[in-house]
């Protein structure tokens, strides 16, 4: 059987996660947020007060952390040993611990079996950051996403605020961008294009508009 495996790649802030829940609406099919385990684990450290950095910290809680999601309405939620973590790991400094967290084989390789299991048993759209180029690499539709630092650190800042969380604009490019150098400088499937993804710069366009993009190459290549 033909899967639908949709991965969407890029940077933070590129408009990733809003294009894949929508093209998932669209198409019917399942959205799984891959950040959203990264940053459960990033959770997991800061509550143990283990440096996400400490690749023997980190190796010594992982075997009995349990990372799993569920859907409600459709929606995603995430779980921390059984305990729905989906709003705590949207606050600010989870961002980081998740980069920092990522970049340890031991934790990539736990997140990617659970994403593999799910990309072989649903039609299902990945968002992350190493979906086309190393979880799927045989995914049939692979688009990476990026935009202009400064449009991404103020989607970031409008989605904060939005929450009612305060944040400085010029902190926010900072972090983005040291975030950025991060995912894309680690030596285990680091952040990048893979070759045969189709690169979409939405720094000026609507997320509606980016939605639309991707419709048209998934369903023109499916008829
Ligand atoms: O997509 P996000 O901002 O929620 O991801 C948080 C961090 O998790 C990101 O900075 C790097 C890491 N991540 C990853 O390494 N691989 C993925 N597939 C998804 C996220």
Redesign the pocket.
Known sequence: MNRINIAI?G???AG??TVARALAERLNILYL???????AL?LKALSLGVDPNDRAGVEAFLPATEVTVGYENGAQRTFLDGKDVSAA?REHP???A??D???HPAV?MK??EL?RQIAAARDVV??????GSF?LPDAPFKFYLDARPEVRARRRYDELTAKGQTCDLAALQRDIEE?DR??KG?DF???KQAADAVRVDTSDLSAEEVTQKLLEAVRGRKA
């Not at 947020?33 to 940053?39: L, N, V």
Request: glycine share 10%; aromatic share 2%; net charge positive.
């Open positions: 790649d940077p933070a802030g990733k996660s947020d891959t950040g959203a385990m990264y940053r990033g790991i989870v961002s980081k998740a980069s967290i990522s970049k990539r997140m990617v994403q990945l968002d992350g950051r190493d979906i979880v975030r991060n995912d680690r499937a680091p952040l």
